[in-house]
T-cell receptor, first 119, second 105 residues
Framework: GAGVSQSPSNKVTEKGKDVELRCDPI?????LYWYRQSLGQGLEFLIY????????KSGLPSDRFSAERTGGSVSTLTIQRTQQEDSAVYLC?????????????????FGPGTRLTVL | KNEVEQSPQNLTAQEGEFITINCSYS?????LHWLQQHPGGGIVSLFM???GKKKHGRLIATINIQEKHSSLHITASHPRDSAVYIC???????FGAGTRLTVKP
């Protein structure tokens, strides 16, 4: 079946603008994760959704970042008033069971990422 | 100090060489993951392991829970193995900084 998809693949925006990044997880996967990877840096956890539970937002770097997941499927990551330091690749992943609740013992499937450049 | 540390940061090898990438962690885990990120950015999950050893083709992953250490080995390396390899403790959302492997023909 189809893997995790993300759109757009590339986004260039001006400082101060808002952006929305979309993630379509694998059908049936209950858990969805957003990560960020800045140039030359490792992966950084942002937010995690599990079913209808309240999301774990502990990784969001500021209140300019928010995310929602509608109907337990598609997720949108929104960055308001973008700054140059927001430039990064934003990666989405999904898993059949949550990595956290499963003690880390479930595989996450990653999307291709959205490369965000803030000028 | 990063709770998940990888070494080396960069590794260049000749085609055919045996490769070892190491990962040490200080957090408690029940499973550790090895991820592969290709130059285009796509990430693939290679292994999830909680004990012993797993093998898939030319890739072998081992873990020693007592020593909090895991290794990823690549036998008969090939230029297409060139990628960044990331060690991850996904239940704690902790990632190593990655090891950039370049295999030259």
């Amino acid at each position: 079946g189809a893997g995790v998809s993300q759109s757009p693949s590339n986004k260039v925006t001006e400082k101060g603008k808002d952006v929305e990044l979309r993630c379509d997880p694998i059908s049936g996967h209950t858990a969805l994760y957003w990560y960020r990877q800045s140039l030359g840096q490792g992966l950084e956890f942002l937010i995690y959704f599990q079913g209808n539970s309240a999301p774990d937002k502990s990784g969001l770097p500021s209140d300019r970042f928010s995310a929602e997941r509608t109907g337990g499927s598609v997720s949108t990551l929104t960055i308001q008033r973008t700054q140059q330091e927001d430039s990064a690749v934003y990666l989405c992943a999904s898993s059949a069971r949550p990595s956290i609740l499963a003690g880390g013992g479930t595989t996450q499937y990653f999307g291709p990422g959205t490369r965000l450049t803030v000028l | 100090k990063n709770e998940v540390e990888q070494s080396p940061q960069n590794l260049t090898a000749q085609e055919g060489e045996f490769i070892t990438i190491n990962c040490s962690y200080s957090v408690g885990i029940s499973a550790l993951h090895w991820l592969q990120q290709h130059p285009g950015g796509g990430i693939v999950s290679l292994f999830m392991l909680s004990s012993g050893k797993k093998k898939h083709g030319r890739l072998i992953a081992t873990i020693n829970i007592q020593e909090k250490h895991s290794s990823l080995h690549i036998t008969a390396s090939h230029p297409r193995d060139s990628a960044v390899y990331i060690c991850a403790v996904l239940n704690d959302m902790r990632f190593g900084a990655g090891t950039r492997l370049t295999v030259k023909p």
